[in-house]
């Protein structure tokens, strides 16, 4: 059985840093695109960032200088660093094999002062 568990979310104010972690289990993602996508309240979900078996990125063009994917094929894990970030990155941020139905369960990020 295929999980993918996010964590590292929560409520940080403008300006603040957060590392969101997506570990899989029931899977070897090595050989995988793994993304990471964003829904904000009342907005479609949105790609925030992607990285491909070979470590190639693609970011989102708003976040680009804030967010950086990364991945750790030994320990079968996503991350995805964010600085500085604004009250619009707040949404729920989910992790995701490309070209497949595995989603994660999403993590709450909030920016607010």
């Known amino acids: 059985q295929v999980q993918l568990v996010e964590s590292g979310g929560g409520l940080v104010q403008p300006g603040g840093s957060l590392r969101l972690s997506c570990a899989a289990s029931?899977?070897?993602?090595?050989?995988?695109?793994m993304a990471w996508y964003r829904q904000a309240p009342g907005k479609q979900r949105e790609l925030a960032a992607s990285?491909?078996?070979?470590?190639?990125?693609i970011t989102l063009k708003s976040v680009k200088d804030r967010i950086t994917i990364s991945r750790d094929n030994a320990k079968n894990t996503v991350y995805l660093q964010m600085n500085d970030l604004k009250p619009e990155d707040t949404a729920v941020y989910s992790c995701?094999?490309?070209?497949?139905?595995?989603w994660g369960q999403g993590t709450q990020v909030s920016v607010s002062s």
């Open positions: 995701h094999i490309e070209d497949s139905d595995y």
């Open positions: 029931g899977t070897n993602i090595g050989p995988d695109t």
């Open positions: 990285i491909s078996r070979v470590g190639v990125t």
